[in-house]
């Protein structure tokens, strides 16, 4: 299944704010069996974010948007996606008494402004937000399935873990893609990658070379119907790896400097002391 994600917020194309949304959504997808084909920062105009979702549409099986729910003139996402799929937004009653709950429990006055924050159309189903006002949408339409999530992160982590993300591993079946990352020190990008080009040149697994601030990273990706069958097709490629450039790995997937040379002198005895001066602190 291919998926594609749009950022929406003029502030992220301003360079205002870092969009470190789209990378925790793409993340995550993979082990989900869904493939991201593109990621889009899209400014806080309708015409723009009509246009991209229309695109979207076109080519992705399942979108997934961040930002433009709030109660704002330039919240917009729900008027696009009512666009695209040429439905009408309209008050959805349960929707306003719950935003009237959340102010009324916080002893806050509820702005008029708010009132969109509960419109819907009719192919959306909310997306309960425990963590603010804004509730995130569940669309499905002719085979294509939009999931529109707030921007703020914390927002968006908590509707991810609890509501998105097992409603996809519930409803998604197929392909599952997994990842495993070669970390290397000590040895130049055109130099690894003379090493490994046995290894190199299939589709499936995929074997990638990227240069990094802490080194060379290899990242095989595999897909298969199950997991373990795609670790299984990782397995060769891995020990050939390490066969060849063993010498200069550091590391594996989530390990940093930090904590391989912490686990290595605490898994050899050694303690380590730190003197600092000149700095105040610093």
């Not at 990378?23 to 309708?46: E, F, M, W």
């Not at 709030?70 to 996402?77: N, R």
């Not at 070379?209 to 802490?214: G, H, L, N, T």
């Amino acid at each position: 299944m291919n998926g594609e994600i749009l950022a929406l917020g003029t502030e992220l194309l301003m360079g205002e704010l870092t969009d470190t949304n789209s990378s925790y959504i793409a993340s995550r997808l993979p082990h989900l069996g869904i493939s991201v084909q593109h990621i889009s920062l899209i400014r806080d105009n309708l015409e723009d974010l009509t246009a991209s979702l229309e695109l979207a549409l076109s080519r992705s099986d399942i979108i997934f948007t961040t930002g433009g729910l709030g109660p704002t003139h330039d919240d917009i996402t729900r008027e696009a996606i009512g666009r695209v799929l040429n439905e009408d937004l309209k008050i959805d009653p349960v929707l306003i008494e719950d935003l009237k709950k959340w102010f009324r429990q916080r002893g806050m006055p509820m702005s008029d402004a708010n009132n969109k924050q509960a419109m819907r159309i009719p192919s959306a189903e909310a997306i309960p937000n425990s963590q603010g006002t804004a509730p995130g949408w569940w669309v499905e339409k002719n085979g294509k399935v939009i999931v529109a999530m707030p921007g703020p992160p914390g927002e968006l982590y908590n509707i991810w873990e609890h509501k998105v993300a097992p409603r996809l591993k519930a409803s998604i079946s197929g392909q599952v893609i997994v990842t495993r990352n070669i970390k290397t020190i000590n040895i130049g990008e055109s130099a690894l990658a003379e090493k490994i080009l046995p290894f190199t040149g299939t589709e499936n697994p995929y074997l990638g070379i990227y240069a990094k601030r802490d080194g060379v990273h290899l990242r095989i990706i595999s897909s298969a119907s199950t997991e373990a069958k795609a670790r299984k097709m990782i397995a060769p490629i891995e020990k050939g790896i390490i066969q060849s450039v063993g010498a200069y790995v550091w590391g594996f997937d989530e390990d940093t400097p930090e904590k391989v040379a912490a686990e290595s002198l605490l898994n050899n005895g050694y303690s380590l002391a730190v003197m600092e001066s000149c700095t105040g602190g610093l």
